[in-house]
């Protein structure tokens, strides 16, 4: 059974930082894509960052950039969100997801990923 288990999340003030950890299981993501996505209160699921199997390249989405790093230890098969600078707009569930596909590539695209994990709740109070 593959498992991808978010943990890191929590209540933090705006301009502090949280470090999301997912752990996954069950099956090596060490040549699969990996991404972070997120869902605000009442709003669709957004991408927020990717990160390709050998860790280069990532991409970001504009509204995370310069302030969140995705990283990820293929021999631990975990990915990591550093996320500073946060913003009361950054409150959401934030979801671990995983590729399928061989050598796969960073991307934004949901349907790029066929693993999710249950998501970590963040909450920055304005």
């Known amino acids: 059974q593959v498992q991808l288990i978010e943990s890191g999340g929590g209540l933090v003030q705006a301009g502090g930082s949280l470090r999301l950890s997912c752990a996954a299981s069950?099956?090596?993501?060490?040549?699969?894509?990996m991404a972070w996505f997120r869902q605000p209160p009442g709003k669709e699921r957004e991408f927020v960052a990717a990160?390709?199997?050998?860790?280069?390249?990532?991409t970001y989405a504009e509204s995370v950039k310069g302030r969140f790093t995705i990283s990820r230890d293929n021999a631990k098969n975990a990915l990591y969100l550093r996320m500073d600078s946060l913003k009361p707009e950054d409150t959401a569930n934030y979801y671990c997801?995983?590729?399928?596909?061989?050598?796969?590539?960073?991307?934004?695209?949901?349907?790029?990923?066929?693993?999710w994990g249950q998501g970590t709740q963040v909450t920055v109070p304005s």
């Open positions: 997801a995983g590729g399928r596909t061989a050598y796969g590539t960073a991307s934004a695209r949901e349907d790029a990923y066929d693993y």
């Open positions: 990160i390709s199997w050998s860790g280069s390249p990532v």
């Open positions: 069950g099956r090596s993501f060490s040549f699969s894509a």
